[in-house]
């Protein structure tokens, strides 16, 4: 089912949690909403599930205005960021809890149940803690059993806030990979909330980034991490250097006041200086890490640091070590006007 | 033996068990004990004839009653109280907090006096009742109007702690899936919150049961109909019947263990089906 959102408002108090927001979700797509802490992600992903409700704007589920409908009645599953088991249940009832409180002219016969809870079960491979306790499972467990409980329904939407926030990084990682797979096989629109710029890139479809309440950028993985629409994507998204037209012309040429952002693995960094643009520099330390290498320069006379990627293979051809004279120039680049970025690194 | 002594990191079992041991003994045990052996004076006879006696039997009976209509009543109550504190914020939401304690802090008798003059037929709130023929102060009804006041935290101040636990989103779990505030109710948060509050329901009323000050003034006190056994008790004591008060209190002692007993086993029983 497809999501339609229009002008969108919301408001804590003086602080705007949502300004404006407008954004369209494909049916059937896994999309992620990108942004650091108090963004208004999570009260965007709210809205959406009916818990909360915003102030002004539309929200269309399939053409539909579902605005004035309760969380119970829009059908969407939802999974919290701290799973919100109900405790006093089995594993077992938990998943069943959807089904047993429908209506009575719409609810299963128990046998429906129990065949419906256990092919749930199967279905996140946690079957055989059917009769355990939420205190008595990992943070792991609890998330899919959390997710069963929410599939139960049927919902035609899910909605995941920070599903792996409270788990450890290993756990973490294995469980966005089975979402993954999940997602591949049930094909149910999804939308999760994350902070983590890895976790949005490896599993979503598409990648919203949100900064202060606003869209900065809507996109698929690559085109965020490839092209940044605005210095917020290119600073929160992967790693970056700053040059500021005052002090590196040549890179920022035509534009007046600007800063040109350049990925560390887009800099080249040579013995010899290549034309008239580089830049010479001090090398002040060299790490290699795994199959890459960092480097880090000082521009003479600057006590900023700039951040270079090497591959181990590239960097064994022309060695450095600290100390050494270098000249660096980046091999692509792009530049904002400083206004622009004077208002976002405000904001 | 062995298993009582296993390596712990808490320091001295021994003395702590002793110490509580001692501590119990010489403010609960020594005290409930001369109970008994003062009473054990009368034989067994004696004992029959004091708590069969027509008076004493009314006497347990609206005793026993009104607390447990007392404790219902603020069960009830108490958990609306509980409810709005923990899940709403509102402008004056301390004061109201700090309101629930003063049954506490009142002196029984403050309290007795304030309700018999509220509730007497020509009393603030007691003469509209009176309109309507109702009799509140100086029938078994002021008995659990008393009972109620005094019983009332101790319901709210057991909900609350375990109602703050039970997260909102719980609760915002249990509607995305359908369920309707009665479902939310009754499926989600009651058997979260049912151990506290049957705790809550066992004190209020042990409390009750055991209350004097506040109900003497407003109960009218006539023989078998809104006498209670304390008031028995204090009467057979300015008799110089020593025996025969201790007597009554021995009965009143056995029932309410017995009840407290019987709550504490159905709370064991619950929280062993439910929350592991």
């Keep these: 089912m497809s999501i339609t959102i229009e002008n969108l408002n919301k408001q804590f108090g003086s602080y705007k949690a949502l300004d404006n927001i407008n954004l369209e979700v494909n049916s059937g797509e896994l999309l992620a909403l990108l942004g650091p802490s108090g963004c208004g992600k999570t009260s965007l992903l709210r809205i959406i599930g009916g818990l909360e409700l915003a102030d002004s704007g539309k929200l269309l589920f399939h053409g539909e205005d579902v605005e004035q409908r309760d969380a119970r009645e829009r059908n ?24 047993r409180v429908k209506p009575k002219k719409e609810r299963h016969n128990e046998a429906e149940i129990k065949r419906r809870v256990h092919e749930l079960l199967n279905l996140v491979q946690l079957d055989w803690l059917h009769d355990r306790y939420p205190a008595q499972l990992s943070g792991g467990q609890r998330q899919r059993i959390a997710l069963a409980r929410a599939l139960a329904v049927e ?98 040429q035509q534009h007046g006041d600007a800063v040109a952002y350049v990925r560390p693995h887009d800099i080249e960094i040579s013995q010899l200086a290549q034309d008239n643009t580089s830049l010479p520099v ?42 050494d004279k270098a000249f660096i120039r980046p091999r692509q680049f792009r530049v904002f006007e400083t206004g622009v970025q004077n208002e976002l690194s405000a904001a | 033996m062995s298993r009582f002594r296993a390596h712990s990191v808490l320091p001295s079992f021994n003395l702590a068990l002793g110490f509580t041991l001692l501590y119990l003994s010489l403010i609960v045990l020594i ?24 008076r004493v039997v009314a006497s347990l009976r609206v005793t026993f009653l009104t607390s447990f209509i007392a404790a219902l009543i603020n069960a009830f109550f108490g958990l609306i109280v509980a409810w709005v504190l923990v899940r709403y914020t509102f402008p004056g939401k301390r004061i109201v907090d700090a309101l629930v304690d003063l049954p506490f802090a009142l002196p029984t ?38 009972l109620t006041f005094i019983g009332l935290p101790f319901v709210v101040r057991t909900v609350q702690p375990v109602l703050a636990d039970v997260e909102a989103e719980v609760e915002e779990a249990a509607a995305s899936l359908g369920a309707g505030r009665w479902a939310v109710f009754s499926r989600v948060i009651f058997p979260a919150i049912y151990p506290a509050l049957l705790t809550g329901f066992a004190l209020a009323f042990a409390r009750a049961i055991g209350e004097y000050g506040s109900v003497i003034f407003i109960a009218g006190n006539m023989p078998y109909i809104s006498e209670i056994a304390p008031l028995l008790i204090v009467a057979k004591l300015e008799q110089y019947d020593y025996a025969g008060a201790t007597a009554i209190a021995v009965v009143m002692l056995l029932l309410s263990f017995a009840l407290l007993l019987a709550l504490n086993a159905l709370q064991w029983w619950t929280s062993r089906r439910g929350a592991r």
């Design chain 1, 155 to 252: 919902p035609k939407i899910l909605l995941l806030d920070e599903p792996f926030g409270a788990l450890d990084a290993q756990v973490r990682k294995e469980l966005r990979r089975w979402l993954r797979r999940l997602h591949d096989e049930l094909h149910i629109t999804s939308i999760f909330v994350t902070h983590d710029q890895e976790e949005a890139l490896e599993v979503a479809d598409r990648v919203v980034v949100m900064n202060k309440g606003k869209i900065e950028q809507i996109g698929t993985p690559d085109e965020v991490y490839a092209a940044p629409a605005t210095p917020f994507v290119y600073q929160f998204i992967g790693n970056v250097n700053l040059f500021h037209s005052r002090d590196h012309a040549p890179w920022t």
């Design chain 1, 282 to 323: 001090e090398v002040k330390l060299v790490r290699a890490i795994g199959s890459i290498v960092r480097v880090e320069v000082a521009v003479d006379g600057s006590s900023e640091f700039i951040e270079i990627e090497l591959s181990r293979e590239r960097f064994d051809t022309a060695p450095l070590t600290n100390g």
């Design chain 2, 31 to 54: 005290p409930l004990s001369a109970l008994f052996f003062k009473t054990a004076t009368l034989g067994w006879g004696g004992f029959w004839d004091v708590i069969t006696g027509d």
């Design chain 2, 109 to 146: 008798a403050v309290a007795g006096i304030t309700l018999a003059a509220l509730y007497a037929p020509n009393g603030w709130m007691g003469q509209y009742f009176a309109a309507h023929d109702i009799k509140v102060a100086y029938t078994p009804t002021g008995i659990v109007v008393a």
């Design chain 1, 76 to 99: 969407v599953g939802f999974v919290f960021q701290h799973y919100a088991l109900f405790r006093h249940m089995s594993v077992f009832e938990n998943v069943a809890f959807g089904l």
